[in-house]
Nanobody, 128 residues
Framework: QVQLVESGGGLVQAGGSLRLSCAAS???????????MGWFRQAPGKEREFVAA????????NWADAVKGRFTISRDNAKNAVYLQMNSLKPEDTAVYYC??????????????????WGQGAQVTVSS
């Protein structure tokens, strides 16, 4: 089992920045470095949607068109952590952001059902 815990959410004005962190832990035969990691978000009344992902090799990343050029995903295998740097935030970025993991996952896995582990979510609110 892999446990994922997000942190770093909060309230920010439009145009501002936030950095989300996701810490992975748990007993697993597969080390963290072999997990593809992703971020999804869910706004009130909407479906959960893909935001960004990084492959287990760390050499491939993918973003949703809505965040391309503003958000950056990175990972630190030594800390069992993945990050989402969010810049130039907009009110429409307001959502609960979820960290996800998938063993040997690709950055191109954008479908929710392809991700095996999820965090509890972190609220991000962008005021206009």
């Amino acid at each position: 089992q892999v446990q994922l815990v997000e942190s770093g959410g909060g309230l920010v004005q439009a145009g501002g920045s936030l950095r989300l962190s996701c810490a992975a832990s748990g007993r697993t035969s597969i080390p963290f470095s072999k997990y593809g990691m992703g971020w999804f978000r869910q706004a009130p009344g909407k479906e959960r949607e893909f935001v960004a992902a990084i492959s287990w090799t760390g050499d491939s990343t993918n973003w949703a068109d809505a965040v391309k050029g503003r958000f950056t995903i990175s990972r630190d295998n030594a800390k069992n952590a993945v990050y989402l740097q969010m810049n130039s935030l907009k009110p429409e970025d307001t959502a609960v952001y979820y960290c996800a993991a998938n063993a040997y996952g690709s950055s191109h896995s954008t479908a929710i059902h392809t991700w095996g582990y999820w965090g509890q979510g972190a609220q991000v609110t962008v005021s206009s």
